[in-house]
Nanobody
Framework: QVQLEESGGGLVQAGGSLRLSCAAS????????IGWFRQAPGKEREGVSC????????YYADSVKGRFTISRDNAKNTMYLQMNSLKPEDTAVYYC?????????????????WGQGTQVTVSS
């Protein structure tokens, strides 16, 4: 059974850090493009950061550049999102996802398998 399971969310003060993890099961993660997305209340789900399956290139939304880092550990079949210098506007439910498209864009429509989401709340 193909499954993604996020962990690592929580409540943190502005300026703090969190590391989200996403453990994959039922398939080999390194064959796929991977991504982190988030959805704040009343807003659409947006791409935060992705790694391309074709060349390993990374994408970061402008709002998180220089603060967030996406990575993967193929040996552990797990991907991560390190979030530093967190801001209240980073508050959202964060989702990990995978794409079977070789040249997936970091948009929700290019990703077909999703985790259940983990809440990140940043207090001011």
């Amino acid at each position: 059974q193909v499954q993604l399971e996020e962990s690592g969310g929580g409540l943190v003060q502005a300026g703090g850090s969190l590391r989200l993890s996403c453990a994959a099961s039922g398939f080999t993660l390194d064959y796929y493009g991977i991504g982190w997305f988030r959805q704040a209340p009343g807003k659409e789900r947006e791409g935060v950061s992705c790694i391309s399956a074709s060349d390993g290139s990374t994408y970061y939304a402008d709002s998180v550049k220089g603060r967030f880092t996406i990575s993967r550990d193929n040996a552990k079949n797990t991907m991560y999102l390190q979030m530093n210098s967190l801001k209240p506007e980073d508050t959202a439910v964060y989702y990990c996802a995978i794409s079977g498209l070789v040249r997936a864009m970091c948009v929700t429509s290019d990703f077909g398998t999703w985790g259940q989401g983990t809440q990140v709340t940043v207090s001011s």
